[in-house]
């Protein structure tokens, strides 16, 4: 299974941007699937969980501007992000957690401008 990201870009604060990861090859056994963020030199973030009961959860960073959601029979994870901030500048990465291991994608760059 491998995930690819897309969606990423440069926009100014305020502004939105939709990521979207699709996953290939048959997902069994998911346990969750997330979003995270990175910054160079600190650690990887997450942003966002869903599970495949519904459970969200988000860093108390993006809460009421990211929605987190997923379409399980095109095994995508998409993340809706509103009312951008500079802060929000990052890589962002999607996470496959399942019963086998965890699958990451190669990350996709957000760039926020003030």
């Known amino acids: 299974v491998q995930l690819q990201a897309s969606g990423g870009g440069l926009v100014q604060a305020g502004g939105s941007l939709r990521l979207s990861c699709a996953a290939s090859?048959?997902?069994?056994?998911?346990?969750?699937m997330n979003w995270y963020r990175q910054v160079s030199g600190e650690q990887r973030e997450r942003v966002a969980q869903?599970?495949?009961?519904?459970?969200?959860h988000y860093a108390d960073s993006v809460k009421g501007r990211f929605t987190i959601s997923r379409d399980s029979a095109k095994n995508t994870v998409n993340l809706q992000m509103n009312s951008l901030k500079p802060e929000d500048t990052a890589v962002y990465y999607c996470?496959?957690?399942?019963?086998?291991?965890?699958?990451w994608g190669p990350g996709t760059q957000v760039t926020v401008s003030s």
């Open positions: 996470n496959v957690v399942a019963i086998v291991g965890a699958y």
């Open positions: 090859g048959k997902l069994v056994g998911v346990r969750s």
């Open positions: 869903i599970t495949p009961g519904g459970l969200i």
